[in-house]
């Protein structure tokens, strides 16, 4: 019998939401252990000493970190429904892509929502540019995988679940359904998905926990705009 | 499938033999001459035996095949395999790892392991070369701060390298492939033209003897460039170095 799962995660983060749905999916039980990121556990520090971030899996004795590795990990490590394509360059496709969406469009994003006038056009721009390019990928496919939901659904869960909260705290709208239909439909399919809607947080409980960061948030940027 | 150690450089148009047809077909590498991360996408293709052709591009005037088949980042490695086209070098060595039989496998089997494998890619790949690049190319007090979070991170890296020959174990694999040609050949150039050193013998002996081990290997060998074409190069491009650290720091 496979040696217990736990996931040191928190309530709100999206990377530690991957892990959730990649587990759910699988259909692998887990205990999710909930860390205080202002108050980091011994656990957490024990296991990801390197980066001290959540998500952390544990899988018997063996601690893995990274959301996406963690991803992939689950995908290999555990039986049932395939998270990646079969196909080696079906498989680079959905790896490239994830690495767009965590390198470029998470990026693009954030400094879109927090930063004011000619900076704020300028990231509003990269970022839409950005969007671009997923539409195409998700164009006449239901899901990124194709019919079921796969890793790359997964590392796109923040565009569909977390995204439309940070517009409403920033008080600014990126994606639209006239400008994004198919990456508009593709965010009601995933988040009404019956396995995956169990791991998302409640969207008002994201609401409330972001609106009380905002300024946090707001002063994040400060370091990240390059000079 | 023919052997690594055969020249096959450029315009080798020996046909394949095999029963996956996918194999068969022709593989191109689209890459420049001095830059680390098409290393990886050629060494990853060498270890493996896989035939390719070379096709060298010039950077500063980009080529149709390469805007073609790169459009989101317009950038080199780029392997062309028949119609398809894979970016992103380490995207590239998982996917010449998958799609060819040959050679020892550059992931290991073991789920864990594999696991592993990622994430020291990652760490080499974000945060080692991210904090190299400011450490290298700013001054004063910036610099003081990027020197310390590379040394930081070089520090890890040596930690695990004081218990194995390579991340792989006992052969060249993911993590090694992201980070030993840029750390043991490339970085020994950058530290020349830039006038600051980062590593040393007597604080990463064990990082200096996975490098040298790394840069013994034949495969690595046929696709290192040669250390006074990196240092022309380099010195050629030092202004650009320093532009692009400084607009990596935050205002």
Request: glycine share 6%; charged share 25%.
């Amino acid at each position: 019998m496979s040696p217990p799962v736990k996931l040191l995660g928190t309530f709100s983060s999206g990377f530690s939401r991957r892990a959730e749905a990649a587990l759910r999916l699988k259909g692998v039980p887990y205990e999710l252990i909930q860390e205080d990121l202002s108050n980091k556990s011994e656990l957490l520090l024990m296991h990801n000493p390197i980066h001290k971030k959540v998500p952390v899996l544990l899988h018997g004795d063996r601690a893995v970190c990274e959301s996406l590795v963690i991803v992939e990990y689950i995908d290999e490590a555990f039986d049932g429904p395939p998270l990646l394509p079969i196909d080696p360059f079906d498989r680079a496709t959905a790896r490239f892509w994830a690495r767009f969406i965590d390198d470029k469009c998470s990026t693009s994003f954030w400094l879109s929502l927090w930063t004011e006038g000619e900076v704020q056009k300028g990231f509003v721009k990269e970022f839409k540019q950005n969007l671009a390019l997923l539409e195409t990928q998700i164009k006449g496919k239901r899901f990124f995988g194709g019919d079921t939901v796969g890793y790359l659904d997964i590392a796109a869960s923040g565009i569909a679940h977390w995204l439309p909260v940070f517009e409403e705290v920033a008080s600014v709208r990126l994606v639209t359904d006239a400008e994004y239909p198919d990456l508009c439909r593709w965010a009601k399919e995933y988040t009404s998905h019956e396995t995956i809607k169990e791991s998302l947080p409640e969207r008002e409980k994201l609401l409330a926990i972001f609106t009380a960061k905002k300024d946090f948030f707001m002063s994040t940027v400060k370091s990240m705009v390059p000079k | 499938m023919v052997p690594a150690s055969a020249s096959l450089h450029c315009h080798d148009t020996r046909s394949l033999t095999g029963t996956e047809a996918k194999m068969a077909e022709q593989v191109k590498l689209i890459g420049s001459s001095n830059s680390p991360f098409v290393h990886r996408a050629a060494v990853a293709l060498r270890l493996k035996g896989v035939p390719y052709e070379f096709i060298r591009e010039d950077m500063s005037n980009k080529s149709e095949l390469l805007l073609k088949h790169n459009p989101v980042h317009k950038k080199v490695p780029v392997l062309l395999h028949g119609d398809r086209a894979v970016c992103e070098s380490l995207v590239i060595v998982e996917y010449v790892d998958e799609a060819f039989d040959g050679g020892p496998p550059l992931l290991p089997a073991d789920p864990y392991d594999r696991a592993t494998a990622r994430f020291w890619a990652h760490f080499l790949e974000e945060k080692c070369l991210k904090s190299l690049w400011p450490a290298l190319w700013t001054e004063g007090e910036v610099q003081e701060a990027a020197m310390k979070e590379a040394r930081e991170n070089l520090a890890l890296v040596e930690e695990q390298l004081r218990e194995k020959r390579f991340f792989g174990g006992d052969s060249i694999g993911l993590a090694d492939i992201a980070g030993a040609g840029l750390l043991g050949h490339w970085v020994g150039v950058l530290e020349e033209v830039a006038g600051v050193r980062v590593l040393s013998d007597k604080e990463h002996p064990a990082l200096r003897r996975w490098a040298a081990e790394y840069l013994a290997n034949e495969a690595v060998k046929e696709c290192l460039p040669d250390r006074d074409q990196l240092l022309s190069h380099f010195s050629a491009i030092r202004d650009k170095c320093v532009s692009v650290a400084k607009s990596m720091l935050p205002k």
